[in-house]
């Protein structure tokens, strides 16, 4: 129990660093930055510990943890009178599957120079394993944050009434 516990708490740390700095990037207003890292450490957390349990697959689990990262930052957002998708996005990109894109180009380009019909063939299995995954995890994000930004359009787009630009 502890393991898992530490193994979340390493990883909740790792997404909120990446989340600030993503956030940063973007140069939102400074009250955001914290919102976000903050967002992308329960969301990630929340993903490692769907993935762990096994129940989920990391597709599944990345919408609803992109899910969660939308009505959050909604929450968020509304608090601090910004647009969610300055609070959501950049806890949104340490999500983002970068290994398995990695995994599907190295496999495409062993493919090409396989000179065996076997290897080929393993090579175009793990391409495709990756490639989909790349896709599924991506459209997962992608379609997890923009259902919450549906649902609560009407308040979206009422939130940042009588803030004040600075």
């Not at 943890?65 to 957002?77: D, K, P, Q, R, T």
């Not at 380009?109 to 991506?138: Q, V």
């Amino acid at each position: 129990m502890f393991d898992i516990a530490l193994l979340v708490f390493k990883d909740a740390c790792f997404a909120a660093a990446a989340g600030l700095g993503f956030a940063y990037a973007c140069m939102p207003p400074k009250k955001t930055l914290a919102f976000s890292a903050l967002l992308a450490a329960v969301a990630h957390s929340c993903r490692f510990l769907l993935i762990q349990s096994q129940i989920f697959s990391i597709a599944a689990a990345t919408l609803f943890a992109s899910f969660l990262i939308g009505v959050l930052g909604m929450l968020c957002a509304k608090r601090l009178k910004v647009p969610a998708e300055i609070i959501a996005f950049p806890a949104l990109l340490p999500m983002i599957p970068g290994i398995y894109a990695y995994k599907a180009v190295l496999a495409l380009f062993s493919y090409i120079r396989a000179a065996g019909a076997e290897h080929k063939l393993a090579h175009l299995i793990s391409f495709f394993d990756n490639a989909l995954a790349t896709i599924s995890i991506s459209l997962a994000l992608g379609t997890g944050v923009s259902i919450t930004l549906l649902i609560f359009y009407e308040q979206s787009l009422m939130i940042t009434r009588g803030a004040r630009s600075k």
